[in-house]
């Protein structure tokens, strides 16, 4: 506060603040009903004091879902109950990363959808070494979803080359491809094999 003033001036700067924002509000009033609007000029559509109802503005209503969206408590407890430590991700090799790296698996490869977008090769691949896994699972639904079988004798994947010469209620017999994961990592074919059911 500057020495040199005393209550009496005080009083008079507030007075004259006061009037200031009268005039400055009449005349704004004044401006939107006397002048002709021009609809490429920017002008004030609403003068002080006759805001509309909040409902009638955008960005009023995006605040009001937000609000509605606040965060409660319980919400903690949820996240809780997803990171306890039954669901909550343990590595196979842990090493220590630097926090900016991801810590947990991408949840995108949780989805089966995912699952459809992946070339054979990859699919394999998380079907031999994603071993007990739901990603390993889920591969498998794949490849069996695009006519892939999974033999149990010989633990490869096999498909029909052609329709069978023989079928009977224990086997099929013909021509096969085989997925190779132990020597070549390809996919091979297998002539007058047996494939059988069980």
């Known amino acids: ?17 006061k009037e200031y924002k009268d005039s400055l509000q009449s005349k704004a009033v004044s401006e939107n009903t006397h002048s002709p609007r021009h609809p490429d000029q920017h002008t004030m559509t609403n003068p002080i004091g006759m805001i509309p109802n909040m409902s009638q503005r955008p960005g009023d209503l995006a605040l009001e879902a ?23 991700y343990k590595p196979r090799t ?10 947990t698996p991408n949840p995108t490869f949780d989805q089966p959808r995912m699952f459809e977008l992946f ?5 394999f691949f998380i079907f031999y070494y994603q071993q007990g896994t739901y990603q390993q699972y889920l591969a498998a639904k794949e490849l069996k979803r695009q006519s892939w079988r999974y033999h ?3 633990l490869t994947w096999f498909q029909r080359h052609e329709e069978p010469k023989e079928i009977t209620p224990e086997y099929e017999q013909g021509t096969y491809v085989y997925f190779d994961y132990e020597t070549g990592w390809c996919q091979r074919k297998k002539c007058e094999f047996t494939f059988t059911y069980q």
Do not use: C, W
């Not at 506060?1 to 007075?15: C, D, F, Q, R, Y």
């Not at 409660?72 to 407890?77: G, N, P, T, V």
């Not at 090493?95 to 810590?103: G, I, N, S, V, W």
């Not at 070339?119 to 699919?123: A, R």
């Open 119 to 123: 070339d054979t090769d990859t699919l």
């Open 66 to 88: 937000s609000f509605n969206n606040i965060p409660q408590s319980l919400d903690s407890e949820r996240y809780e109950t997803l990171n306890s430590p039954k669901t909550q």
């Open 1 to 17: 506060v500057n020495a040199h003033m005393t209550p009496g001036s005080l009083s008079e700067i507030s007075e004259k603040t």
């Open 152 to 154: 149990k004798k010989y």
């Open 94 to 103: 842990p090493f220590a990363t630097p926090l900016h790296y991801p810590q």
